[in-house]
T-cell receptor
Framework: GNSVTQMEGPVTLSEEAFLTINCTYT??????LFWYVQYPGEGLQLLLK?????DKGSNKGFEATYRKETTSFHLEKGSVQVSDSAVYFC????????????FGAGTRLAVHP | KAGVTQTPRYLIKTRGQQVTLSCSPI?????VSWYQQTPGQGLQFLFE???????NKGNFPGRFSGRQFSNSRSEMNVSTLELGDSALYLC????????????????????FGPGTRLTVL
């Protein structure tokens, strides 16, 4: 079946450190890939997306590249801030109009000053 | 443009009761999806409604049901509540064209509401 695997958290970093959160997927077909972020007490916000191989999604200093050969979509940021502290979810869905998202377990990021 | 709203934000029920949660999508959006978020199972897809019709469903028992009204507002209902139903229930809205309306690689961005926190005692 279709699934997403993320690295377990929590990830604890100092401000301005480099961030990588690993995400790999298993899919029968050709999915679109996403990173969502959830701040405390809030719903999910789309952080970035990629819809085909080698696409790079980017937003707010975060980047992720769709790697079909390794079935991966790792999230990176060069210099994290305290305000980046949140839970990050990797997800996939299939195009065609249907909106079912399949999520990874989520990775909690804590950034300390 | 107002975002996705969910009511109530918090709810406490006892086992065996039923509950109805409401979701108002962004104006103009026709698709509403529901997700359950728990510490043990993570985020799981419940169902999606588009133009008052359920067009996709996750692996949940029949106690979980939903509907969508002509103004695109959606409700989900859980009957005979169990302790394990305690969760954050999120809804997401999108413009959601029909299955034949989107080309490969396109995507209707989903916008999530803040969720309803259900506690079953």
């Amino acid at each position: 079946g279709n699934s997403v695997t993320q690295m377990e958290g929590p990830v604890t970093l100092s401000e301005e450190a480099f961030l990588t959160i690993n995400c790999t997927y298993t899919a029968t077909g050709y999915p679109s890939l996403f990173w969502y972020v959830q701040y405390p007490g809030e719903g999910l916000q789309l952080l970035l997306k990629a819809t085909k191989a080698d696409d790079k999604g980017s937003n707010k200093g975060f980047e992720a590249t769709y790697r079909k050969e390794t079935t991966s979509f790792h999230l990176e940021k060069g210099s994290v801030q305290v305000s980046d502290s949140a839970v990050y979810f990797c997800a996939l869905s299939f195009s065609g109009g249907y909106n079912k998202l399949i999520f990874g377990a989520g990775t909690r990021l804590a950034v300390h000053p | 443009k107002a975002g996705v709203t969910q009511t109530p934000r918090y709810l406490i029920k006892t086992r065996g009761q039923q509950v109805t949660l409401s979701c108002s999508p962004i104006s103009g959006h026709r698709s509403v999806s529901w997700y359950q978020q728990t510490p043990g199972q993570g985020l799981q897809f419940l169902f999606e409604y588009f133009s008052e019709t359920q067009r996709n469903k996750g692996n949940f028992p029949g106690r979980f049901s939903g509907r969508q009204f002509s103004n695109s507002r959606s409700e989900m209902n859980v009957s005979t509540l169990e302790l394990g139903d305690s969760a954050l229930y999120l809804c997401a809205s999108s413009s959601g064209t029909s299955g034949r309306g989107l080309s490969l690689g396109s995507y209707n961005e989903q916008f999530f509401g803040p969720g309803t926190r259900l506690t079953v005692l």
